[in-house]
């Protein structure tokens, strides 16, 4: 690639000097410039078939914000060894270190928050796509694809509710829907099964909230849903149920080489050894890399705003819809800050609209802003009119972690010989988690045998991860035996989502010894419906802090020093 040719082209356009450097494997920038979006693009300009993009432009005046770790320091994993130690408690960490445990090895998941689905995986729409948008042979179509087809049976074995409903991409204009006929026969060649075109009055008798819409829409059935923490919290319970360890406020802080090859592995609560290192680490991938030599890609965060609709909204579509590629509001919308997304009907029976996507300079902004949200509803709403602000009852961002290649990293270090890398997991990454997991455990396997170390089968591995009581599911028969054997199945905390304080306690009880507020709602969704967490959120509070043997103000909302109460104010 001639990069003096890009280099003078970003000069003339940005007024940004550029100064690159190239090796075998990237390109590497360097300079600055006041604009962020504006260094994210000159990144993709440098894009080239075969080379990754490290982004080292500067933003003028900007300092990083401090990375989020955890206020504690002990020894409690000094001197440890591991066969495999990986980095990152998202879906891709916790589903890889699963995986692992079909072999018998010594496996150590760490995780520097105080649960697992605390960056990406917990905060995203959980959509399992079906791959239509996924144009050339790329990692993320090869396991998209493949993770959709194979979704029905990992959720079934870990207990996870998923509903393959579909999805409808609404066009608003003959033209569109003429180029869609491309989709369908692309979707068709990458083996995605079904998609076809649906007609105004099919699309209007389906879905009556966008009649005035659409003139068609690009129907995809293999899509589905899912609850992206309750899966990830899966993979990390079964995990764990087959002999993983899972270390939480566990940050990785540096690594030490010796012959190449990292030798161990620095945290807050000590330094261990690891025979293999897999890096999950999201929007710190490249980071993780850097600490050991290796950093040879860019990750550059992408926030994705969401807002919550209440489940009893009325007036809103009962499928999920898109919208798709626009003539009429490209102007309005083509800037970027909107795309994708839909409105979705969660595998939780509630409604999500969004997300829309912001480039942002720091890695752990998930702060929400009045012009995302705005946008956000505009584009919705303008393709379901019946939509309405009132029924908005909570709004959430995410950060995704595109590479400037804007595909999937997934292969063992061209330099760093016992250094997986897991990177670039953007969306679909909950889509395609359980089939890459599957081959990052091969390469983690081929890698130890090649390094003359023994990975024999695990016979004791069990794939399946007992299905938690979900009482609001049952009829009411098997509800009543329910309550019969077990009187706090009985008694509702949380009245928004009808969850019990038997659920509750199951949910205390859980093997990665979650027992924060927000580890409940992440795993049975109390407090997740319309007050929020108003009424229950003491209940709760209450209850953990009885099952630890504790107080009130030891129990943390999530991570250390989170504490929601101080003390007390009255006695009674
Ligand atoms: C708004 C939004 C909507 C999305 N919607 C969808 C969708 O509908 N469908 C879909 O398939 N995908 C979707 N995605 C993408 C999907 O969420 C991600 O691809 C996926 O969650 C990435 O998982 P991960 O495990 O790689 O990263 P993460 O979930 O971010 O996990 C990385 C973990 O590493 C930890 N970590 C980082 N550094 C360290 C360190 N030094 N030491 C210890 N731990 C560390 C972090 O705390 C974090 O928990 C969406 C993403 C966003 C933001």
Not at 11 to 21: I, L, M, R
Not at 416 to 438: D, E, R, Y
Not at 503 to 528: C, F, S, W, Y
Request: aromatic residues 6%; contains cysteine; proline residues 4%.
């Amino acid at each position: 690639m001639n990069y003096e040719k890009i280099t003078k082209k970003v000069a003339k356009q940005y007024g940004v000097d550029v100064e690159v450097s190239a090796d075998e494997r990237s390109v590497f920038l360097r300079g600055q410039c006041g604009n962020w979006a504006d260094i994210v693009a000159i990144g993709k300009m440098y894009v080239t078939e075969g080379k990754h993009v490290v982004n080292d432009i500067q933003l003028i005046g900007h300092t990083e914000q401090p990375e989020r770790l955890p206020k504690l320091t002990d020894s409690a994993l000094d001197g440890t060894s591991w066969d495999v130690v990986v980095i990152g408690g998202g879906i891709s960490g916790c589903a890889v270190a699963r995986e692992l445990t079909r072999y018998k090895l010594k496996v150590l998941l760490v995780e520097k928050h105080s649960d697992v689905a605390r960056g990406a995986s917990g905060a995203n729409n959980g959509m399992v796509h079906a791959g239509i948008d996924l144009k050339h042979q790329c990692l993320k179509l090869k396991y998209g694809v493949g993770g959709n087809a194979i979704y029905g049976d990992v959720c079934k074995e870990l207990g996870v509710d998923f509903r393959r409903s579909g999805q409808y991409v609404i066009f608003d204009s003959k033209l569109i829907r003429f180029f869609a006929k491309g989709t369908v026969k692309r979707a068709t060649r990458h083996g995605i099964p079904g998609v076809r075109i649906l007609g105004k009055d099919e699309i209007a008798q389906v879905e009556p909230a966008v009649k005035d819409f659409a003139v068609g829409a690009l129907y995809a059935p293999s899509t589905g849903y899912v609850s992206p923490y309750q899966l990830t919290i899966a993979y990390a319970e079964n995990a764990v149920q087959n002999g993983a360890t899972v270390s939480l406020n566990t940050a990785v802080l540096g690594m030490e080489m010796a012959d190449g090859l990292v030798a161990k592995v620095v945290t807050n609560r000590g330094t261990l050894s690891a025979k293999c290192v897999v890096n999950c680490a999201g929007v710190f991938a490249d980071k993780v890399a850097a600490m050991a030599g290796d950093r040879y890609f860019s990750i550059h965060p992408r926030r994705g705003t969401d807002l919550m609709l209440d489940p009893k909204a009325e007036g809103v579509p009962t499928q999920t819809i898109s919208m798709g590629p626009s003539l009429k509001s490209v102007s309005k919308f083509g800037s970027g800050s909107t795309k994708g997304g839909g409105v979705i009907r969660t595998a939780d029976g509630n409604y999500l609209l969004g997300p829309d996507a912001v480039e942002i300079p720091d890695r752990e902004d998930t702060s929400t802003n009045a012009q995302s949200l705005a946008n956000v509803f505009a584009k919705h709403s303008q393709v379901c009119p019946t939509l309405r602000r009132s029924d908005i009852i909570a709004y959430f961002s995410g950060v995704r972690a595109p590479t400037y290649e804007e595909d999937f990293i997934i292969e063992r270090s061209a330099k760093v010989a016992n250094l997986v890398h897991v990177a670039g997991i953007q969306s679909p990454g909950i889509t395609a988690a359980p089939l890459f997991s599957k081959d990052v455990a091969e390469i983690v396997r081929q890698y130890l045998l090649s390094a003359g170390e023994q990975v024999v089968l695990n016979d004791a591995f069990d794939p399946v991860r007992p299905r938690p009581v979900k009482a609001r599911q049952l009829d009411d028969d098997a509800r009543d035996k329910l309550i019969q054997s077990d009187p706090d199945f009985g008694k509702i905390i949380c009245r928004c989502e009808e969850i019990s304080l038997g659920e509750i306690k199951q949910a205390l009880h859980n093997p990665l010894g979650v027992h924060t507020i927000d580890g409940v709602k992440r795993r049975v969704r109390a407090g997740m419906g319309r007050c929020q967490g108003g009424f229950c959120m003491p209940l709760i509070t209450d209850i953990i802090a009885k099952e630890t043997n504790g107080q009130c103000t030891d129990v943390a909302k999530d991570d250390i020093g989170s504490n929601v109460a101080v003390g007390k104010i009255k006695e009674v």
